[in-house]
């Protein structure tokens, strides 16, 4: 067992440009999530998907974020027109089904917009 | 909305010392409680949770107990490790999935 894989590990963007994020949950999970943590704020809810499907996405940002899941095996996050302050970390997670709080995170995306 | 609590924003601690992190929460319906563990370069690991009332969650030498009167899951361990010495959340799960994380707890264990 992998784990959840996230690619790239570190990402620097000059601001105005564009981030893609990608997540490889745990083969057989069927709810993938995304949270960003930053020292400020914690670890924060973004986005949550189950079966692929999209169910809420209440902490994302309305604009420029979007976040997409074109089948089981990847999911990505989506940030256009970076920011400074959309410097974070970007974890995914993934849990076996709906109501299986265990959730498994990979080890995150450093993103750093200068 | 849903939040949770967590006092202490660093411990320092020397091997064998007892460890208390306080987690206090607030929240609609019955939430499950749950307490994670980040190491360094890596996401937040499960430790353990628990579901109901008095319910105790373990793991690794760590425990707590969920009290809904309270409104509290303090995380105990009887003899801390230099091992140990990560950053802790507490956090909540509400409406079936989403988690709620407290702002954390920094353990530094001296050998």
């Known amino acids: 067992n992998a784990g959840v894989i996230q690619t790239p590990r570190h990402k620097v963007t000059g601001k105005g440009q564009e981030a893609t994020l990608w997540c490889e949950p745990i083969s057989g999970h069927s709810a993938v999530f995304w949270y960003r943590q930053t020292i400020v704020q914690g670890l924060e809810f973004l986005t949550y998907?189950?079966?692929?499907?999209?169910?809420?996405d209440s902490g994302m940002p309305k604009e420029r974020f979007s976040a997409q899941m074109p089948n089981q095996s990847h999911s990505t996050l989506k940030i256009q027109s970076t920011q400074p302050q959309d410097s974070a970390v970007y974890l995914c997670?993934?849990?076996?089904?709906?109501?299986?709080?265990?959730?498994?995170f990979g080890p995150g995306t450093r993103l750093t917009v200068l | 909305g849903d939040s949770v609590t967590q006092t202490e924003g660093q411990v320092a601690l020397s091997e064998e010392d007892f460890l208390t992190i306080h987690c206090n929460y607030s929240?609609?319906?019955?939430?499950?409680l749950f307490w994670y563990v980040q190491y360094p370069g890596e996401g937040p690991q499960f430790l353990f949770r628990a579901s109901r009332d008095k319910e105790k969650g373990s793991s690794r030498g760590f425990e707590a107990t969920y009290d809904k009167g309270t409104t509290s899951f303090h995380l105990r361990k009887a003899s801390v490790q230099e091992s140990d010495s990560a950053v802790y959340y507490c956090?909540?799960?509400?409406?079936?999935?989403?988690?709620?994380f407290g702002t954390g707890t920094s353990l530094l264990v001296d050998p």
């Open positions: 956090a909540l799960g509400n409406m079936g999935y989403k988690l709620t």
């Open positions: 997670a993934s849990s076996l089904d709906w109501g299986a709080y265990e959730q498994y």
């Open positions: 998907f189950r079966n692929q499907a999209p169910i809420d």
């Open positions: 929240a609609s319906g019955y939430p499950a």
